[in-house]
Structure formats: C-alpha cells, structure tokens
C-alpha cells in the first residue's frame, strides 16, 4: 500500500498498540507481549499496515530517553540494599558471566567475530524489567525472597545498560584503538556528568522553582519534557548516547525536591511512547527468519535460556539461599531484556552486526519473553517439593535444650518480612517466647545479631520444620506475602501437627479456600483489615458513636465475607 501520512502511522500504531496489550492482559500476559506481537502483525514483514519507518525510529528512540529518564527519577541506592550482597555483587557477577559465555558461543559456535561476540554477550546479559515486574505484580510476589532478588538484580542491569551504551559503538574497529576510544568516551561522559551535576545545584532548583511557581502543570510537564530530550541532545553532540543523558538528568532531578511531580507528570507520556517502542521493536521482526533459520533460532534460544538460567540459578545458591529461590529466580530472569533490542539496534546501525543477525536476536528475544510466564508456572508447581541440597550451609545451629523446653508455648513465625518482624515484636514486648524461620540469610544475620531465636531454611520445607517441635508449639504464624509459598508451608506444618494451629496471611480467594479445607485457624488479610479500620474511622469521623460503631463492624464483616478474599487479581 502507498506509504501512510506519519498521522494515520501514528493512530494505526497506538490502535494495535491498545488491541495487543488489551488481548495480552485478557491471557494474562505482560503487555509488552502484546504489543511486540501487534508490531509483527501491522510491521513491514506482515500486512504492511505501516511502512514509515523513519518516524517510528523516532518515536521509539523518544520512548527510550523517557524510559531512561523515568529510571533515573526512581533508581535508589536503597533499593539494591533491600537484598544486600546478592543484588549488587551478584547482579554484577551474573552480567560478567553471561557476557563471557555469550562471547564464547558467538565466536565458537555462530562463528561471529569478537566484535559481533561481545555484542551478543552484552545483549543476553540482560533481562526484561517489564515482563518481570508484571509477572511479578500478577502473582504477588514483589515482596517475596525471590521476587527481590529479581527486582535488585534487573535494577543493577538497567543500571549498566548505561555504561554498555558508551562501549557499544566502541567495538567497530581494531582491538588496538579500542582501550584509547574507551578512554576518550569515558572522559566525555565524566564530563558531560559533571556539567549535569553543576546544572543540577545552582540552575535546575531555581528553573524548576520558576516553573512551579507559575502553578501550570502543562508548562511543568513541558520543562521535563524538554530536559530530558535536552539532555539526549546534549549527550548525542558529545558523541555519546542519547539514552546516557536522559539517565544522568533523571538522577540529578531526582535529588530536588521535584523529583516525584516530575515522575508523576512523565509517566503517562512515558508509557505512550514505551508502547510505540516495543510495538516498533515487533515491526522489526521477520517471521521467514523463523522459518528460513530456525534451527538457528532454537539453538539461540535453548542456548539464553539454559546458559540464564544456570547463571542466576548459580549465583543465588552461592549467596546462601534455597533451591527453591534459586530456581524461582532463575525461571524469571532467563529472557532477554527490552534493553537489549537498543543494543542490537546499536549494533546495525554501526554495522557490527547484520540485519540477519538482528533479525535471529530479535526473534530470540521475543520467544524467550514468551516463555517466561509459563517457566515460572511450571517451576511454582516443583516448589513444594524442592528441599534444601545437604550441602547447603546452616546459618543456624538447632534450638538449644533450654528452649525445647519452653517449646509448649511456643509461638513460630514463618517469614521475617515487614509483617513477620512486627509480630514478633509483638510477641516479645508481651514476653511470649517465639522463634522466626527464615530463608533470606541477610535477615538471619540481622536476627541473630538482635539476638533473636532463628533457624534458615525454608519453612515450607518439612526438615526446615523439624528443627522446632510443631507438636508442641502452641501456634504457626505464616507472614509470607507469596500466596505459594503461604499454602506450602500450611501443607509441610499439618504434615507434621494435623492438629496444629494456624494463622495465615492470605490475599486471594482461591487460596483462602484453600487454607480454609485444609484446616488453617485463622486467615489475615492485610487489604480488607485496612479497609474495616478505614471505615472505623470514617464513621467515627462522621459523629457516629463508639457503640454504633461496634454494632455495624461485625455486620459489615459478616456481609462482606465473600469480599474480604477477593483482591486485585480480578482486576
């Protein structure tokens, strides 16, 4: 068809963008599946619906300086520290390795050059944040061990994403004047971080105060808008990335006191262009590569996976966790990331890789995002029977005699999180003896050092539970926020006490069901405990009397039974 007005691209684009993602949620899939799926339908490989290229290439290089700016404007060194050494060392430790397999299979098995090798390893190094954190979200797992160390892990790979930026370009050309190119970049982007920094005391505070003070959220939205592709610009004229500068603005914002109204006003903007993005990524992919290579494709693809896999399956047993966590994470890391498609882009438009070879990443990419929901389907499925190897190290010695003693009023606590360290607080304020079973070893060393009874290993884990006499305790508290693991250690402990008593933390329907047959107490859920004080509150605020009050809680409870298990994932 003759080639569209950049207007019809625009609106076909954002059509299918919306058909994609609304189809891939109805499945429940990430978006970004959906909208890479879309790209290939409307893409010039398929119907053809758009064939203007040039603006889209803008467009998504747009939505990539917002995505960098928007993870400047949230990147917290804090959030690494959440899962101390294996988020920051071990994040590092798996990109160095996945690199230097990468290499070595490019150069050994596709024959690619060292240059071309290195690319590769660069782009399976990192993971997909987007497929991850929705996958994540949809299974309420963000706060669970594994899901933090995925979260801690793809942080520092975004992180990197910058610096990989710089060396990209750096590969075409002879080993002997890359070290000298390396260095001269390095020096301009020492520079240009400098400049930012120095913008980012004395002007940024005083534009963005200016700015504010005219009270306009158009000209506010406006102002970031420009400073973030100011940025790009600037970066781009020094020869560097333009995503680098977009990063840099981010953090340097992120330190005033505009930080979050800027993040709130960019967001939506952001996720507009995002959505072209990975729909211009899907338009880039050929589907007669698929069948022309396929065997190619699949050794890719069996290659990322397993080589991922092993990798932060590996690093996660060396830091100390289970078999479990190493696996969960493992499973959800595995894909490549969206970072990873401006790499390759990178890579063709220096010419370091070809546009077969483009091709062959992009079709592999995709894939491999496909297979992520359904690895950690099948892998949650092999949880509960996972037990620790013997060879993992105990970070705890069993309960002294002197304590099996007091084990007839004993109270365990399984799980050491936000809610599990408030009830054994609790506890210990009203001198009930307690002792925590938890898997993450950062927060077994904090315990021990507080002088907290506490065992490491997985509580849904029937030997973990050995270790302290559930036949004689007097009641199991489970605080995870997994709903999985929840239900496993609820299985493991009436295994060993069917008589035991059990109090759970719960947010789904299914699973509250499911605790209710199998015996469980007590069910806790945090959202619809929330919402009762909220309406204790409400209606104290609106003159009801205290008696009134107590009269009309239990009936709205009992009204509302069905409700308290329903949570977000009906949405």
Known sequence: MPQAEPVVSIVILLGAALVGGMVAHRLRQPVILGYLLVGVAVGPHAFGLVSDLTMVEAAATIGVALLMFTLGLEVSISQL???G?????????????????????????FGWSLSQAALFGLVISLSSTMVCLKILMDRGELDSVHGRIMIAILILQDISVVLMMVVVPLLVGTSENFFLALTIATGKAILFV?????????VLPWLMGRVGGVRSRELFLLTVLVLC???????????????????????????????????????????????LFFVSLGMLLDPRILVEYWWMVATMVVFIIFAKFLVVFGIVRFFGYSGGVALLAGAGLFQIGEFS?????????????????????IDSAIITMLLTPLSMSLVSRLYT????APGVRELETPLPASELAKVANLVV????????????????????????????????????CGGTACIYGDASNVHVLSRVDLAK??????????????????KAALKTNPKLKIVARVHRKREAELLKSLGVVELISPEYEASLEFLRRVLSLSGWRKADIKRTLPIVQQDQEFVEFSPDEEE
């Open 81 to 83: 520290k959440q899962v």
């Open 85 to 109: 050494k294996v988020g920051l060392w071990g994040g590092i430790a798996q990109i160095v390795v996945t690199f230097a397999l990468g290499v070595a299979v490019g150069s050994t098995l």
């Open 194 to 202: 400098g400049i930012a920094i120095v913008l980012g005391l004395w």
């Open 229 to 275: 592709l100011g940025a790009a610009l600037g970066t781009y004229i020094f020869g560097l990335s333009v995503v680098f500068g977009a990063f840099v603005i981010g953090l340097v914002l992120r330190e005033t006191r505009f930080a979050h109204q800027a993040l709130a006003e960019i967001t939506p903007l952001r996720d507009i262009f995002a959505a």
């Open 341 to 361: 498609f401006i790499l390759a882009a990178v890579g063709v438009s220096t010419g370091i890789i070809t546009n077969q070879s483009y091709s062959l990443i």
């Open 385 to 388: 029977r996972l037990a620790p």
């Open 413 to 448: 606590i399984a799980g050491y999180g936000r809610v599990g360290q408030n009830v054994a607080q609790g506890l210990r304020d009203a001198g009930v003896p307690h002792t925590v079973i938890e898997i993450d070893p950062e927060r077994i060393f904090e315990m021990r």
């Open 473 to 490: 305790a007097k009641a199991l508290v489970v605080t995870f926020p997994d709903p999985l693991a929840v239900v496993s250690t609820v």
